[in-house]
Nanobody, 122 residues
Framework: QVQLVESGGGLVQAGGSLRLSCAASGRTFDSYVMGWFRQAPGKEREFVAAIRWSGGSTYYADSVKGRFTISRDYAKNTVYLQMNSLKPEDTAIYYC???????????????WGQGTQVTVSS
Protein backbone atom coordinates (compact mmCIF):
# COMPACT_ATOMS: atom_id res chain seq x y z
CA GLN A 1 0.00 0.00 0.00
CA VAL A 2 1.56 3.26 -1.15
CA GLN A 3 1.41 6.06 1.38
CA LEU A 4 2.39 9.69 0.96
CA VAL A 5 2.40 11.67 4.17
CA GLU A 6 2.92 15.43 4.05
CA SER A 7 4.15 17.64 6.86
CA GLY A 8 5.57 21.10 7.34
CA GLY A 9 2.60 23.30 6.54
CA GLY A 10 1.60 26.23 8.70
CA LEU A 11 1.07 29.96 8.96
CA VAL A 12 3.78 32.33 7.75
CA GLN A 13 3.99 36.02 6.91
CA ALA A 14 4.45 37.20 3.35
CA GLY A 15 8.09 37.04 2.38
CA GLY A 16 8.74 34.14 4.73
CA SER A 17 9.71 30.53 4.06
CA LEU A 18 8.40 27.05 4.73
CA ARG A 19 9.65 23.58 3.87
CA LEU A 20 7.15 20.85 3.13
CA SER A 21 8.09 17.19 3.44
CA CYS A 22 6.49 14.13 1.89
CA ALA A 23 7.41 10.74 3.33
CA ALA A 24 6.75 8.01 0.78
CA SER A 25 6.34 4.32 1.59
CA GLY A 26 4.87 1.12 0.26
CA ARG A 27 7.03 0.52 -2.81
CA THR A 28 10.19 1.60 -4.59
CA PHE A 29 9.84 4.85 -6.46
CA ASP A 30 12.77 4.60 -8.88
CA SER A 31 10.56 4.87 -11.97
CA TYR A 32 8.25 7.46 -10.49
CA VAL A 33 7.84 11.18 -10.71
CA MET A 34 7.08 12.81 -7.37
CA GLY A 35 5.48 16.20 -7.13
CA TRP A 36 3.31 18.77 -5.47
CA PHE A 37 -0.06 20.20 -6.37
CA ARG A 38 -2.02 22.83 -4.49
CA GLN A 39 -5.62 23.90 -4.19
CA ALA A 40 -6.78 27.25 -2.89
CA PRO A 41 -10.36 27.85 -1.69
CA GLY A 42 -12.72 28.19 -4.62
CA LYS A 43 -10.00 27.39 -7.15
CA GLU A 44 -9.01 24.37 -9.17
CA ARG A 45 -6.12 22.16 -8.17
CA GLU A 46 -2.90 23.35 -9.80
CA PHE A 47 0.52 21.91 -10.48
CA VAL A 48 3.38 23.31 -8.42
CA ALA A 49 6.50 21.23 -9.03
CA ALA A 50 7.73 17.73 -9.87
CA ILE A 51 10.96 15.74 -9.74
CA ARG A 52 12.06 12.46 -11.30
CA TRP A 53 13.00 10.14 -8.46
CA SER A 54 15.77 8.67 -10.61
CA GLY A 55 17.91 11.34 -12.17
CA GLY A 56 16.45 14.28 -10.32
CA SER A 57 15.16 16.36 -13.23
CA THR A 58 12.86 19.07 -11.92
CA TYR A 59 9.82 20.87 -13.29
CA TYR A 60 8.07 23.97 -11.98
CA ALA A 61 4.96 26.02 -12.56
CA ASP A 62 5.78 29.52 -13.79
CA SER A 63 4.11 30.99 -10.72
CA VAL A 64 6.67 29.44 -8.35
CA LYS A 65 9.79 29.30 -10.51
CA GLY A 66 12.70 30.97 -8.74
CA ARG A 67 10.96 30.87 -5.35
CA PHE A 68 10.27 27.15 -4.75
CA THR A 69 12.72 24.26 -4.93
CA ILE A 70 11.79 20.58 -5.06
CA SER A 71 14.29 17.94 -3.97
CA ARG A 72 14.40 14.32 -2.79
CA ASP A 73 16.35 12.28 -0.28
CA TYR A 74 16.91 8.65 -1.34
CA ALA A 75 17.88 7.44 2.11
CA LYS A 76 14.77 8.86 3.74
CA ASN A 77 12.39 8.20 0.83
CA THR A 78 11.26 11.76 1.22
CA VAL A 79 10.49 14.61 -1.16
CA TYR A 80 10.79 18.23 -0.09
CA LEU A 81 9.37 21.52 -1.29
CA GLN A 82 11.34 24.51 -0.09
CA MET A 83 9.17 27.60 -0.44
CA ASN A 84 10.79 31.03 -0.19
CA SER A 85 9.48 34.55 -0.72
CA LEU A 86 5.98 33.33 0.01
CA LYS A 87 3.02 35.41 -1.12
CA PRO A 88 -0.59 35.47 0.09
CA GLU A 89 -1.59 33.88 -3.22
CA ASP A 90 0.46 30.81 -2.27
CA THR A 91 -2.14 30.06 0.40
CA ALA A 92 -3.58 26.61 -0.34
CA ILE A 93 -3.66 22.98 0.67
CA TYR A 94 -0.54 21.37 -0.72
CA TYR A 95 -0.68 17.75 -1.88
CA CYS A 96 2.19 15.36 -2.45
CA UNK A 97 1.73 13.16 -5.53
CA UNK A 98 3.40 10.25 -7.30
CA UNK A 99 3.01 9.23 -10.92
CA UNK A 100 4.87 8.25 -14.08
CA UNK A 101 5.02 11.52 -15.97
CA UNK A 102 6.09 15.04 -14.95
CA UNK A 103 2.82 16.47 -16.16
CA UNK A 104 0.94 19.51 -14.95
CA UNK A 105 -2.24 17.48 -15.46
CA UNK A 106 -3.31 15.92 -12.15
CA UNK A 107 -4.75 12.89 -13.96
CA UNK A 108 -1.22 11.58 -14.57
CA UNK A 109 -0.61 11.10 -10.85
CA UNK A 110 -1.76 7.86 -9.29
CA UNK A 111 -1.05 8.45 -5.63
CA TRP A 112 -2.00 11.44 -3.51
CA GLY A 113 -1.31 12.42 0.07
CA GLN A 114 -3.89 13.91 2.42
CA GLY A 115 -2.55 17.43 2.04
CA THR A 116 -1.08 20.04 4.34
CA GLN A 117 -2.36 23.59 4.80
CA VAL A 118 -0.12 26.54 3.97
CA THR A 119 -1.38 29.99 4.91
CA VAL A 120 0.51 33.15 4.01
CA SER A 121 -0.63 36.32 5.73
CA SER A 122 -0.14 39.77 4.21
Amino acid sequence: QVQLVESGGGLVQAGGSLRLSCAASGRTFDSYVMGWFRQAPGKEREFVAAIRWSGGSTYYADSVKGRFTISRDYAKNTVYLQMNSLKPEDTAIYYCVAGFSPSSDSRWYTYWGQGTQVTVSS
